[in-house]
């Protein structure tokens, strides 16, 4: 069955610092994999995807994230943290497969310290 | 474009009661689903349509039924609320159930069972 895991419930960074948030999967094929912001009160909105292609992705807001098929990880990564970009991240994996649905991390709370 | 849009935003409801819970999107998306998500446990897959007509159980629909209305409306009724669906409720819409799509959510539903 795939599985997701965000191996960290909280991560704390400086303002200014660079940052990464980790996913690891787990799937018997090839994933799509997504990432997910969740501001205060508000519902997940979409950061970026992996489909195929370039291994580094760029999304929304400076993120960009990196799929290692070696290491089934995917990795969300921001050169320098803005305080505003603290927020609940979820990862998401799924395969391409219409029986398959999409399966979010626990999610990994990112606390930017000014 | 309002997106995908959630009534009500919060409820407190008493064990027994029922409820429905109403989710409407605007993006002529054909797929919506409703997940639940509680503390350190992620987004869990309750129910979810692929297209109007259409629905399906995701991983614990025990408790719930759902209802796609039309191709915008997609609702969530709860026949006999107990207090483990105490949880926040999100809505979500994509073009199709295809992997690559990604889903977009509405703010969600805070719900509490006493």
């Known amino acids: 069955a795939q599985s997701v895991a965000q191996p960290e419930d909280q991560v704390n960074v400086a303002e200014g610092n660079p940052l990464t948030v980790k996913c690891t999967y787990s799937?018997?094929?090839?994933?799509?994999l997504f990432w997910y912001v969740q501001y205060p009160n508000r519902g997940l909105q979409f950061l970026l995807k992996?489909?195929?292609?370039?291994?580094l992705v760029k999304g929304s807001y400076g993120f960009e994230a990196e799929f290692n098929k070696s290491q089934t990880s995917f990795h969300l990564k921001k050169p320098s943290a803005l305080v505003s970009d603290s927020a609940l991240y979820f990862c998401a994996v799924i395969l391409f497969n219409r029986d398959d649905k999409i399966i979010f991390g626990k999610g990994t709370r990112l606390h930017i310290l000014p | 474009n309002a997106g995908v849009t959630q009534t009500p935003k919060f409820q407190v409801l008493k064990t027994g009661q029922s409820m429905t819970l109403q989710c409407a999107q605007d993006m002529n998306h054909n797929s919506m689903y409703w997940y639940r998500q509680d503390p350190g446990m992620g987004l869990r897959l309750i129910y979810y349509?692929?297209?109007?007509?259409?629905?399906d159980k995701g991983e614990v629909p025990n408790g719930y039924n759902v209802s796609r209305l039309n191709k915008r409306e997609f609702s969530l009724r709860l026949e006999s609320a107990a207090p483990s669906q105490t949880s926040v409720y999100f809505c979500?819409?994509?073009?199709?159930?295809?992997?690559?799509?990604?889903?977009?959510f509405g703010p969600g539903t805070r719900l509490t069972v006493l």
């Open positions: 349509s692929a297209s109007e007509g259409t629905t």
């Open positions: 799937v018997s094929g090839n994933p799509y």
């Open positions: 979500a819409s994509s073009v199709s159930l295809a992997g690559a799509d990604t889903q977009y």
């Open positions: 992996y489909i195929t292609g370039d291994n």
